[in-house]
């Protein structure tokens, strides 16, 4: 019995580890204080929440303290998916993206402008009106989250707050075309 839930727990263990399932961990930015200037207040309540809470970085409130500036800005919107024989909207798509570039204080920049734009699908019926804008705020805060994830991850990117020319990491748009394959 013992023998059977070791090879268990290993096995498992193996699995994991062969996926590239991987625990978040610190991550290592290359500024140790960052102001963050123009977020909505939940998305820089969750950064600072994750910047701090992953790093030992903080989040400053004044430019003039920090070793890098993040301006961020957001958008939401919708858009049309499908419309029904009749021509109601059966469905629409939540758009929402974020915009975000890191400068040095002196304002050269870290990462080039860049946008994580997400989209979400959403049913819709007149007759469930109300329910629908709660759920449409429900997809907007959890794209939310995702994009600020995924920009702690682009932060971590970032090696030196004295790059050279080459070394500024580029801005990232959303279908930007891919470049083409090493030969």
């Given at each position: 019995?013992?023998?059977?839930?070791?090879?268990?727990?290993?096995?498992?263990?193996?699995?994991?580890?062969?996926?590239?399932?991987?625990?978040?961990?610190?991550?290592?930015?290359?500024?140790?204080?960052?102001?963050?200037?123009?977020?909505?207040?939940?998305?820089?309540?969750?950064?600072?929440?994750?910047?701090?809470?992953?790093?030992?970085?903080?989040?400053?409130?004044?430019?003039?303290?920090?070793?890098?500036?993040?301006?961020?800005?957001?958008?939401?919107?919708?858009?049309?998916?499908?419309?029904?024989?009749?021509?109601?909207?059966?469905?629409?798509?939540?758009?929402?993206?974020?915009?975000?570039?890191?400068?040095?204080?002196?304002?050269?920049?870290?990462?080039?402008?860049?946008?994580?734009?997400?989209?979400?699908?959403?049913?819709?019926?007149?007759?469930?009106?109300?329910?629908?804008?709660?759920?449409?705020?429900?997809?907007?805060?959890?794209?939310?989250?995702?994009?600020?994830?995924?920009?702690?991850?682009?932060?971590?990117?970032?090696?030196?707050?004295?790059?050279?020319?080459?070394?500024?990491?580029?801005?990232v748009a959303p279908r930007?075309?891919?470049?083409?394959?090493?030969?």
């Amino acid at each position: 019995m013992i023998r059977r839930s070791f090879l268990l727990v290993a096995s498992s263990a193996l699995m994991l580890s062969a996926c590239g399932f991987q625990l978040r961990g610190e991550q290592n930015y290359a500024f140790k204080r960052l102001a963050i200037v123009g977020a909505p207040p939940p998305v820089a309540a969750r950064l600072t929440r994750m910047i701090e809470g992953g790093s030992d970085s903080v989040v400053v409130d004044s430019t003039a303290n920090a070793d890098a500036v993040l301006r961020v800005g957001e958008s939401r919107g919708f858009s049309t998916l499908t419309l029904s024989s009749l021509g109601a909207v059966e469905e629409y798509q939540v758009n929402y993206s974020l915009n975000y570039a890191l400068m040095a204080p002196d304002g050269s920049p870290l990462i080039r402008p860049s946008t994580i734009a997400l989209n979400r699908a959403m049913t819709y019926s007149d007759q469930y009106s109300t329910a629908k804008v709660t759920e449409s705020d429900l997809l907007f805060a959890d794209m939310q989250n995702d994009a600020v994830d995924q920009l702690t991850r682009r932060l971590a990117v970032l090696k030196t707050l004295h790059p050279t020319a080459d070394q500024v990491v580029p801005g990232v748009a959303p279908r930007a075309p891919l470049p083409p394959p090493p030969l």
